[in-house]
C-alpha cells in the first residue's frame, strides 16, 4: 500500500557473481578491492549524497541508499486536531432545519448558517441558475478562502444540499450532505485567523451534488461541474496542487474507500497520514470509481481524491433513505477523516 521508495541499483555490484569460487585465494580478495574502488570512483560523480553523508555512510550504504528527493522531511510536530465534538454539533443544528433540497427554504437556511459561521472570512459565491429536468433551480457553491505563504491552492469541497427526489419522505441526510458541511466548517475554524504556513486552503461547501431525478453525468453535480469550468476559464485550475471531496464520512462504522480516480500519490499520501494518526485501518479495504465532486476536476486533469465511506449500514442500506440519520454517526468518524486530511494538507505543504 505504501509507496515503495527507490534505490540506486547501479551502484550494487555483487562480488559473487565476478569473483567464482575457483578463483586463487590472493585474487579473491583483490578483485572486490578493485570492483570497490572503481565502484566508489564512479558513485562519487553520481551520487547526491554531501560529504558529510558519505563520511559517516558505510561504502555499502553509501552506494545502496536512495537520497530520497520526493519525500517529505522526517515529522517531529503533533498532529493536526480537530474538535469533533463541535462538528458533530453542527450537524445536529444542520439537521434539524429538515430536508434541505436544492430550491427549497430549508436550503436557504442552510446557506444562512454556513455563511453565519464564516464572519470575517474571505467568502465568494459562485451562483447560477441550473437549468434541469425537472426545471431551473438557483445553485450557490460557497467559497471560503484561507491565505497560505506557498504559492498554489489546496481544495476541499463537499456538498450540502439533500437529495432531491427523496425531499416528501423525510430525508434529513445527516451522513449525505450533513456530516460534509460540517466538517468543512470545522476545517474552517482550524484555518481561520493566522496566514498557514503552506499553500493556500480554499473551503467549497459545494450545491447541486445530487441528481433531481435519476443520476447521469448531466443530472448530478450540477455545482461542481459550474465551478471546474469556471476555474478553467480563469486558470484557477492550474494553481491546483490537489483537490479533496468529504462526503458520507460521519458513519460510527467508517470504512473510507480507496477511490481509482485519485492518482495513486494522493490515495498513498492520504494513507500515510493516516498510519501517521494510527487510523489506517479505516481505509481502503474496498476499491471503487466514484462518481462525485471531483469527478469535473479529475477530467481536467486536477489531482483529486473522494474521501468517502460509501458503505453506510450494511450493503449501503441506510444511504439515501429516511434512516440517514444522527444515531448512526459518530464524532469519532469525523475525527478521523478531519485529522486525516489536515494532516495529508501538511504533507503536501512539506513537499
Ligand atoms: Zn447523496
Known amino acids: ?4 521508495k527507490r534505490r540506486n541499483t547501479p551502484g550494487i555490484i555483487r562480488r559473487d557473481f565476478l569473483c567464482v569460487p575457483l578463483c586463487p585465494l590472493w585474487l579473491r580478495f583483490l578483485v572486490p578491492l578493485l570492483i570497490f574502488m572503481l565502484a566508489s570512483t564512479a558513485c562519487s560523480k553520481g551520487s547526491s549524497s554531501t560529504p ?3 563520511a559517516n555512510a558505510t561504502p555499502s550504504a553509501a552506494v545502496s541508499e536512495p537520497k530520497a528527493t520526493d519525500a517529505a522531511p522526517a515529522d517531529t510536530g503533533p498532529l493536526p486536531q480537530i474538535d469533533s465534538k463541535r462538528a458533530f454539533q453542527y450537524i445536529k443544528e444542520i439537521v434539524a432545519f429538515g430536508t434541505r433540497p436544492m430550491g427549497s427554504e430549508n436550503h436557504k437556511k442552510v446557506e ?24 431551473k433551480f438557483p445553485v450557490r457553491n460557497i467559497i471560503a478562502k484561507y491565505p497560505g505563504t506557498k504559492d498554489g491552492i489546496i481544495v476541499i469541497l463537499g456538498h450540502y444540499d439533500t437529495n432531491y427526489p427523496l425531499r416528501n419522505i423525510g430525508f434529513v441526510g445527516a451522513n449525505d450532505g450533513g ?34 431525478r435519476q ?24 494553481k491546483i496542487k490537489a483537490l479533496f471531496v468529504m462526503d458520507m464520512i460521519g458513519d460510527a462504522d467508517l470504512n473510507i474507500e480507496k477511490e481509482t480516480n485519485a492518482p495513486p500519490w494522493l490515495t498513498d499520501l492520504v494513507y500515510e497520514a493516516a498510519e501517521r494518526g494510527g487510523v489506517q485501518s479505516h481505509f481502503y479495504a474496498r476499491a471503487a470509481a466514484i462518481e462525485d465532486d471531483h469527478l469535473p476536476f479529475v477530467k481536467r486533469g486536477v489531482p483529486s481524491i473522494d474521501i468517502i465511506d460509501l458503505d453506510y449500514g450494511y450493503n449501503n442500506v441506510f444511504h439515501h433513505t429516511a434512516q440517514d440519520t444522527l444515531d448512526k ?9 478531519g485529522n486525516t486530511t489536515l494532516e495529508a494538507i501538511r504533507m503536501l505543504d512539506r513537499r
Not at 114 to 135: M, R
Open 215 to 238: 443520476w447521469s453525468a448531466t443530472d448530478s453535480l450540477y455545482g461542481s461541474r459550474h465551478l471546474a469550468e469556471k476555474w478553467e476559464k480563469d486558470d484557477t485550475l492550474k
Open 329 to 337: 454517526l459518530s464524532p469519532r468518524s469525523l475525527e478521523i477523516v
Open 52 to 54: 558529510a553523508e558519505n
Open 112 to 135: 444562512s448558517y454556513i455563511t453565519s459561521h464564516l464572519k470575517g472570512d474571505q467568502v465568494e459565491d459562485d451562483a447560477f441558475t441550473a437549468d434541469t429536468v425537472e426545471g
Open 179 to 212: 456530516s460534509s458541511s460540517a466538517i468543512l466548517l470545522e476545517y474552517a475554524n482550524h484555518l481561520r485567523g493566522k496566514k498557514r504556513d503552506g499553500y493556500n486552503v480554499w473551503l467549497v461547501w459545494t450545491d447541486g451534488e445530487e441528481a433531481v
Open 1 to 4: 500500500m505504501k509507496p515503495l
